[in-house]
């Protein structure tokens, strides 16, 4: 069955930097565009960004362009958020997504 497990969450003071994995099983990786998604207290869930299937093409949220780079390890089936200069408007459970299917969410929360 298809699984998304992501980790990497955690807190950190304005300014500072993360780094979200998420690891998939239970289908081909390769074949699938995957995305990050975060859902802040009280917010609707939002879509922050998305990478093709090999790689090739990403796409952000605005309020994240700059800051945030989405990458994938095919070999390893994982993709990854990479959270610099991060703001405490960031502060929300981060999920990992493929269509059809939602990790169990990780917390991120940007604090002094």
């Known amino acids: 069955q298809v699984q998304l497990v992501e980790s990497g969450g955690g807190l950190v003071q304005p300014g500072g930097s993360l780094r979200l994995s998420c690891a998939a099983s239970?289908?081909?990786?390769?074949?699938?565009?995957m995305r990050w998604y975060r859902q802040a207290p009280g917010k609707e869930r939002e879509l922050v960004a998305t990478?093709?299937?090999?790689?090739?093409?990403?796409t952000y949220t605005d309020s994240v362009k700059g800051r945030f780079t989405i990458s994938r390890d095919n070999a390893k089936s994982t993709v990854y958020l990479q959270m610099n200069s991060l703001k405490p408007e960031d502060t929300a459970v981060y999920y990992c997504?493929?269509?059809?299917?939602w990790g169990q969410g990780t917390q991120v929360t940007v604090s002094s």
């Open positions: 997504w493929r269509n059809g299917y």
């Open positions: 990478i093709t299937s090999a790689g090739g093409v990403k």
């Open positions: 239970g289908f081909t990786f390769s074949s699938y565009a």
